[in-house]
Nanobody
Framework: EVQLVESGGGLVQAGGSLRLSCEVSGVSFDGYAIGWFRQAPRKEREGVACISGTDGITFYGDSAKGRFTISSENTTNTVFLQMNSLKPDDTAVYYC??????????????????WGKGTPVTVSS
């Protein structure tokens, strides 16, 4: 059974940093795409950053470029999202997702994509 557990969210002031973690069990990263998504109240789910578990190629959404960094530790099946220069607009619940796919990003609407329960991030102004 594939399980994802996110951690590291919390309350931070604008300009601060947080590091999110996603521990994945039930699969190894090779052959999988892993991504971070977020959803703010009354907004659509948004792709933040993705990484290929096979070759480490990354992809960033426009809101994350230059501020966030995704990385993976294949020995522990953990994916990280380092978030710097946080803004109030970054406030959302952040979800980790994984899909068996040779690309970098899991399909957020795919029926073979597994999700964690999310970790909330609140950025105060």
């Amino acid at each position: 059974e594939v399980q994802l557990v996110e951690s590291g969210g919390g309350l931070v002031q604008a300009g601060g940093s947080l590091r999110l973690s996603c521990e994945v069990s039930g699969v190894s990263f090779d052959g999988y795409a892993i991504g971070w998504f977020r959803q703010a109240p009354r907004k659509e789910r948004e792709g933040v950053a993705c990484i290929s578990g096979t070759d480490g190629i990354t992809f960033y959404g426009d809101s994350a470029k230059g501020r966030f960094t995704i990385s993976s530790e294949n020995t522990t099946n953990t994916v990280f999202l380092q978030m710097n220069s946080l803004k109030p607009d970054d406030t959302a619940v952040y979800y980790c997702a994984i899909e068996k796919w040779w690309g970098s990003c899991p399909n957020p609407y795919g029926d073979k994509t597994y999700w964690g329960k999310g970790t909330p991030v609140t950025v105060s102004s």
